[in-house]
Antibody
Framework: EVHLFASGGGLVQPGGSLRLTCVAS????????MGWVRQAPGKGLEWVSG????????YYADSVKGRFTISRDNSKDTLYLQMNSLRAEDTAIYYC???????????????WGQGTMVTVSS | DIQMTQSPSTLSASVGDRVAITCRAS??????LAWYQQKPGKAPKLLIY???TLQTGVPSRFSGSGSGTDFTLTISSLQPDDSAVYYC????????FGRGTRVEIK
């Protein structure tokens, strides 16, 4: 059974930084594209970032480009999201997601973590 | 960027009713469309991918159709457990979600 456990969320001041971590199990992590999707309180879903299996290519939503960095450590089955220059509008639950296919970064997400809450406020 | 327009925003129906949710893409996305169900306090769950392929374990009362720019999620016989918010997602180029449809049971 696939399991994605995200952690690292919390309260941070505007302009601050936070690093999210997602530990995966139940599948061959190194072969799947992974990503992050967020959901502001009471709002819809927003794709944030994606990364290919070998970490050679990364992709970002315009809203976070230049501020967020996605990375992965395939030896540890772990996905990361480094978030810098945080803004109030980054406040959301951040979900770690697994691509449904090994072949394409553009894919449906067949497994989601439980989410970790990030609150940006002074 | 590809925009996804979902309608209606809220739907209220009775148990046993056939209900449909539509999703329109701002440009052709072929069949690169997925549907998700999200219940309060939970992560979204994949229901359908590639416009019409049912994810393993999803009840057969759920079905998807469409291609190009217009897509539909149909629940053939609404059940109490189907009360949730439903999202469409395009994955032709990166990923974009619709704004969601809340399905309520009368």
């Amino acid at each position: 059974e696939v399991h994605l456990f995200a952690s690292g969320g919390g309260l941070v001041q505007p302009g601050g930084s936070l690093r999210l971590t997602c530990v995966a199990s139940g599948f061959t992590f190194s072969t799947y594209p992974m990503g992050w999707v967020r959901q502001a309180p009471g709002k819809g879903l927003e794709w944030v970032s994606g990364i290919r299996p070998t970490a050679g290519s990364t992709y970002y939503a315009d809203s976070v480009k230049g501020r967020f960095t996605i990375s992965r450590d395939n030896s540890k089955d772990t996905l990361y999201l480094q978030m810098n220059s945080l803004r109030a509008e980054d406040t959301a639950i951040y979900y770690c997601v697994k691509s449904s296919t090994v072949t394409d970064i553009n894919a449906a997400f067949d497994s989601w973590g439980q989410g970790t809450m990030v609150t940006v406020s002074s | 960027d590809i925009q996804m327009t979902q309608s209606p925003s809220t739907l209220s129906a009775s148990v046993g009713d056939r209900v449909a949710i539509t999703c329109r893409a701002s440009q052709s996305i072929s069949s690169w469309l997925a549907w998700y169900q999200q219940k309060p306090g939970k992560a979204p769950k994949l229901l359908i991918y590639k416009a019409s392929t049912l994810q393993t374990g999803v009840p057969s009362r759920f079905s998807g159709s469409g291609s190009g720019t217009d897509f539909t999620l149909t629940i053939s016989s609404l059940q109490p457990d189907d009360s949730a918010v439903y999202y469409c997602q395009q994955y032709d180029r990166y990923s974009t979600f619709g704004r969601g449809t809340r399905v309520e049971i009368k």
